[in-house]
């Protein structure tokens, strides 16, 4: 069970990585696109560095009820 752990973690720092490299945490994500193509990327981990290049370019968040 730690193996898996230790690997996950390692995924998610490679995906971290990734998206720093592409310049992802230089500033606020300015919508909601910004932040899932940031989730996305470090979601993907190593895949980023085999051509993957996920990018949300819609999102709709759900409005608050009154």
Same mark, same amino acid.
Not at 16 to 28: D, K, L, P, T, V
């Given at each position: 069970?730690r $193996?898996?752990?230790?690997?996950?973690?390692v995924?998610? %720092? %490679?995906? *971290? $990585? *990734? *998206?720093?490299? =592409?310049g992802y945490? =230089?500033?606020?994500?300015?919508d909601?696109?910004?932040a899932? &193509? $940031? %989730?996305? &990327?470090?979601? *993907?981990?190593?895949?980023?560095?085999?051509? %993957?290049n996920?990018?949300v370019?819609?999102?709709q968040?759900?409005?608050p009820?009154?």
């Amino acid at each position: 069970m730690r $193996i898996v752990l230790v690997l996950v973690l390692v995924w998610l %720092v %490679v995906g *971290a $990585i *990734a *998206a720093g490299q =592409r310049g992802y945490f =230089r500033s606020e994500p300015g919508d909601c696109a910004g932040a899932g &193509t $940031i %989730v996305v &990327t470090v979601l *993907a981990g190593p895949l980023n560095y085999f051509g %993957v290049n996920p990018k949300v370019t819609d999102c709709q968040l759900p409005q608050p009820s009154t």
